[in-house]
């Protein structure tokens, strides 16, 4: 569930920016496209994306430092002689970014993280677009942090 908080995370922040979720019932509502966003909304909206954002770059960075044998085997693939090595580099990485966005709001790190993301998971072996494709609610959760903060840092 850690791991894949981008893929449920970005929905869950519209889902708080759309629906009355006041009751139980509120959740399950459908959706009237027809209505404004709630802009009182958006600041909640805000910290679950934060702790989503927080969530997935914990659960990657914790696939890489358990060295889950497909990223060990696809750092090896691509022709990196320490792939260990690389994996806890990588995991220490990605756990030290979801800390500072969950403790800190430095703007450009969400940039920078997006950029990551996307370029580092593009390396998936045979189904490289797909796996891309499967993680756009990751990439989404990260520029509308990122767009968020620095609306409110301008």
């Known amino acids: 569930m850690i791991e894949r908080a981008g893929n449920f995370g970005a929905p869950l922040a519209l889902l708080i920016l759309c629906s009355g979720g006041k009751t139980i019932s509120g959740w399950f ?13 958006i600041p909640q909206a805000a910290i679950c994306l934060r702790i989503i954002v927080f969530f997935l770059l914990l ?44 403790i800190t709001q430095i703007v450009r790190i969400l940039l920078l993280l997006f950029i990551w993301k996307v370029a580092s998971e593009l390396f998936y072996p045979h189904f490289e677009l797909f796996e891309w494709i499967e993680r756009v609610g990751s990439y989404v959760a990260l520029l509308a942090l990122y767009f968020y903060w620095a609306s409110h840092h301008a």
């Open 29 to 41: 509502k459908r959706i009237n496209t027809d209505v404004d966003i709630d802009l009182k909304k």
């Open 59 to 102: 659960g990657h960075g914790w696939l890489n430092m358990i060295f889950k044998k497909g990223l060990v085997d696809q750092y090896a693939r691509l022709g990196i002689s320490n792939p260990l090595e690389v994996a806890r580099t990588i995991g220490l990485f990605e756990i030290a970014a979801g800390l500072a966005v969950l």
